[in-house]
């Protein structure tokens, strides 16, 4: 008896694979390849439904001390045909990335972890720019303490140049003072 | 000391110095250390000057200075002269506001300096004779001053990085009076100092021309706040930037 539960479940891992398979295909057709394979698939999950039935029997006809197990594996099963049953409705009406890409020209996959990594990517950039904004700021305002310090220099410059020039003045005064003294003590 | 203490003090150095002033001007006196007995004069007037600022006699301060000035300018030393008048612009400017006096005491002042190749102290002197004029709506005035400095400064490996803050000035003084006005400088500016064509203020000034031709206040707004958020606008070109945006038409509100 379990030897045929076994049986049944090798050919149920067999078909339910094939259909997840196919399942993974049919929002990337179009047309009659499209329709093709959806009856396929339609076909191999009524034989999956079949196979359950069938292993269904068997567990009732197993002794009730090892029922309990086959029991849970079956339910297992009944679980896995449901998401296969739903995944399929989904993929008729699914539309595949790899279209929009095609059209779009773009093969970066659209998910939560791309938006959260954008979002992360902004922020780093919002951050950089009030960064440079900031040190923009700063040297606006250095530009223009270098202007006022330049311009002082510049004064500065003035007021030595003049102060050299009154100096070559006096010492030329002096050295026609000194003349003179000279030519007076000579008298 | 309360003030009037010091207004006795002033009056006592006034009188003192009017004293020497008169004996220096004596055939004797000119004779034996005239000159030396003048300087004392004019020291005398200045600490009296600064005696009456501290008693908040402003006319007498002025008084004295004035006479310090002329026997300062009599002997040929200008420099001094040009100090004190800058000392009574600025009684003018602060304490008495009166500016069109403190415009005409800048004026001579900055005429000293220049006689005395003293160039950076008249540029300074011009340049705060610009600053009122603008303010006392006498543009025409400002612009010239604000040209002349811009083009002494231009060319000078120290100061050329001043031109362009006093082009902009010039070219906001141009858009007060007319906008094509305002073009024409900016162009002729461009031209004589090609720095300037790559300057914040150009940039704001060609932003703020944009404007004004479509007549929208906002968009001239948004051009200042965006000058302002990287370096603050000072008092007179907020005065000069609300001028101009006034002109622009049903336009009642002011800078923000």
Redesign the interface.
Known sequence: MSSDFETYEQDFGTITAEVTNKIGKIPKLSGEEKTQLVLNVDKQLEEVRELLEQMDLEVREIPIQSRAMYNSRLKSYKQEVEKLEKDFKRSRIAYSDEVRNELLGDDAISSESQRAHLLDNTERLERSSRRL?AG??IA??T??V??EI??N???D???IQ?ARERLRETDANLGKSSRILTGMLRR | MDNSGKEKEAMQLMAEADKKVKASGSFLGGMFGGNHKVEDACEMYARAANMFKMAKNWSEAINCLNQAIDIYTDMGRFTIAAKHHITIAEVYESELVDIEKAIAHYEQAADYYKG??????AN?CLLKVGHYSAQLEQYQKAIEIYEQVAMSTMD?P??K??AK?YFFKASLCHFIVDELNAKLAIEKYEEMFPAFSDS?ELKLLKKLLEAHEEQNSEAFTEAVKEFD???RLDQWLTTMLLRIKKTIQGDAGDLK
């Open positions: 904004e923009y700021q606006v305002e530009e223009q270098g202007q330049l311009a220099l510049h004064t410059r003035e007021k003049r | 005395e190749e003293s160039n950076s102290s300074k000078n120290l100061l990085y001043n803050e914040r958020s990287v370096s």
